[in-house]
């Protein structure tokens, strides 16, 4: 079994921040791929299904974002499994928007997400850094990353989580690089 963590804020009033790119992320694999209903557990929504051959538990925390890892560790210890077992998908300011990459461990880069599943966890985990773009100056990130995606942007965004979600087999089957290949491919289209 794995683990994948969309990070996000619960409430509708959140729902298309940045911020919560990792919700859309889970809610759109879910859909795609025919997971069950939304169940509230582990302090927030898991939803059972599988990808390929794999079993797959979603689970977006219902712990507002800086106690994420409360809701993983809860999940991971439930189930015994260790790290690598897990993959965090969250918004990245350091990529232009739409991009996508994978990577295990890495540092925190600020998110208040991720640093509550390292220390709950550790830095060990798998990242799907899903790029929001910087805003350009240091005193306008908080808005953007928690300010809505702009009309312009709904195509995009609803192609990156389609593209993310079509290729979410490579994530299970855990082979990094030929999802972000086919990723990036399907986003040529």
């Known amino acids: 079994m794995q683990i ?3 990070l996000g804020n619960p409430g509708p009033q959140y729902a ?3 911020h919560n790119v990792g919700f859309m992320a889970c809610d759109v694999i ?3 791929h025919g997971f069950g209903p939304a169940q509230k557990k582990f302090s927030g929504w898991v939803q059972e299904g599988r990808i390929g051959r794999e079993k797959v538990l979603l689970l977006k925390p219902a712990t507002y974002m800086n106690e994420s890892g409360r809701a993983v560790a809860e999940a991971m210890r439930f189930y015994k499994l260790e790290t690598d077992a ?7 300011l350091d990529l232009a928007p739409f991009k996508v990459k994978v990577r295990i461990g890495g540092g925190l880069a600020g998110h208040n997400g991720l640093k ?3 220390q709950h966890l550790g830095p060990d985990f798998r990242r799907v850094r899903i ?3 910087h805003p350009g100056h240091k005193e ?3 808005g953007h990353v928690l300010g809505n995606y702009a009309k312009a942007e709904m195509d995009d965004l609803a192609q990156m989580l389609g593209a993310i979600g079509a290729e979410a087999e490579w994530l299970a089957n855990d082979d ?3 999802f972000m290949s086919e990723f990036a491919l399907r986003m040529q289209d």
Do not use: P
């Open 176 to 178: 990094n690089a030929r």
């Open 116 to 118: 509550s599943i390292n």
């Open 30 to 32: 879910a859909e795609m």
């Open 16 to 18: 298309m921040h940045r």
């Open 140 to 142: 306008r990130v908080i």
């Open 4 to 6: 994948w963590a969309g």
């Open 131 to 133: 790029g929001i773009g």
């Open 86 to 92: 897990l993959t965090v998908f969250h918004d990245e």
